[in-house]
């Protein structure tokens, strides 16, 4: 039960797009198309954005898009805004009823 | 609209226990799976146990297998955590979770925080 592995931090520009990594291995990411997206702002509890890899719950923005290759899933935040300014976090499931989550991301949006 | 409610937080020395609560309302709770995860303070998620909706299958993260109990009392709605022989590391906020039905965590409570004093 590893975490995921995704970058402490990224950054662009409004109107930029940019794109968070998750890395796993072929035991959660590479092996399950189950992997899902959280929003967090501070104080806040986290609000999912994107689930089995590239799917978007009702309400969420189609700014917002996932995809996965072998053990790497990303999510891609297109025509950046100030209120994407937070933190965000990568889930997979890793068989057996067992989850992981990645260490987390902070977006600034310069 | 859904609604989950976490309680019983607080502050308990090392080696100690205590139970949460997690009040379900808005939606079935019988017909759900529910998840507890943690975020240690200024840290990141981690996912600390599972229950079936039919309460039939349980897992738990490996750093509190063994010491971390959940259940569920669906005739109450509500979801429990015990927590047993606590340790300083467990210190966090503490949310409730519905498992989504896509290996997801679709909603969340407002989270009851956890301190493990030395």
């Known amino acids: 039960q590893s975490a995921l592995t995704q970058p402490p931090s990224a950054s662009g520009s409004p109107g930029q797009s940019v794109t968070i990594s998750c890395t796993g291995t072929?035991?959660?990411?590479?092996?399950?198309?189950?992997v899902s997206w959280y929003q967090q702002h501070p104080g806040k509890a986290p609000k999912l954005i994107i689930h089995k890899v590239n799917e978007r719950p009702s309400g969420v923005p189609d700014r917002f898009s996932g995809s996965k290759s072998g053990n790497t899933a990303s999510l891609t935040v297109s025509g950046l805004q100030t209120e994407d300014e937070t933190d965000y976090y990568c889930?997979?499931?890793?068989?057996?009823?067992?989850?992981?989550f990645g260490g987390g991301t902070k977006l600034t949006v310069l | 609209q859904v609604q989950l409610v976490e309680s019983g937080g607080g502050v308990v020395q090392s080696g100690g226990a205590l139970r949460l609560s997690c009040a379900a309302s808005?939606?079935?709770?019988?017909?759900?799976?529910m998840h507890w995860v943690r975020q240690a303070p200024g840290e990141g998620l981690e996912w600390v146990t599972f229950?079936?909706?039919?309460?039939?299958?349980?897992e738990y993260a490996d750093s509190v297998k063994g010491r971390f109990t959940i259940s569920r009392d669906d005739s109450k709605s509500t979801v429990y955590l015990q927590m047993n022989s606590l340790t300083v590391e467990d210190t966090a906020l503490y949310y409730c979770?519905?498992?989504?039905?896509?290996?997801?965590?679709?909603?969340w409570g407002q989270g009851t925080l956890v301190t493990v004093s030395s």
């Open positions: 979770v519905r498992d989504g039905g896509n290996y997801d965590f679709d909603f």
């Open positions: 889930s997979s499931f890793a068989g057996s009823n067992i989850w992981v």
């Open positions: 072929s035991s959660d990411i590479g092996g399950y198309n189950y």
């Open positions: 229950i079936q909706f039919n309460g039939n299958d349980k």
């Open positions: 808005g939606f079935s709770l019988s017909s759900s799976g």
